[in-house]
């Protein structure tokens, strides 16, 4: 079984930056395919952003690139998310999630980990 525990959200005002990590345990983190997930009220969980196990793959939705940044660092199991020039639009609960197969995926359903979220609200 694997535990994610994320922090480092809060409230920022638009064109601040926040970063989120992500702490794995019950497994090796180098094991696992990493994703940062968000959820906004009243809409679906989507993907913000991917990490390979070794880290040199990554994938980001088209509506973060360029601002946010996913890197991990398997020594220390964990994986963070940099948010630069937020926008008020980014504020959402913010849910790490983690899959033991190879392949990136931006499917949610093929997620077998999650943590318990962390809320971001970006102010204009």
């Known amino acids: 079984q694997v535990q994610l525990v994320e922090s480092g959200g809060g409230l920022v005002q638009a064109g601040g930056s926040l970063r989120l990590s992500c702490v794995a345990s019950?497994?090796?983190?180098?094991?696992?395919?990493m994703g940062w997930f968000r959820q906004a009220p009243g809409k679906g969980r989507d993907i913000v952003a991917a990490?390979?196990?070794?880290?040199?793959?990554?994938y980001y939705a088209d509506s973060v690139k360029g601002r946010f940044t996913i890197s991990r660092d398997n020594a220390e199991n964990t994986v963070f998310l940099q948010m630069n020039s937020l926008k008020p639009e980014d504020t959402a609960v913010y849910y790490c999630?983690?899959?033991?197969?190879?392949?990136?995926?931006?499917?949610?359903?093929?997620?077998?980990?999650w943590g318990q979220g962390t809320q971001v609200t970006v102010s204009s």
């Open positions: 019950g497994r090796t983190s180098s094991e696992l395919t």
């Open positions: 999630a983690a899959k033991p197969l190879g392949y990136i995926s931006v499917r949610s359903h093929e997620y077998r980990y």
């Open positions: 990490i390979s196990k070794s880290g040199d793959s990554t």
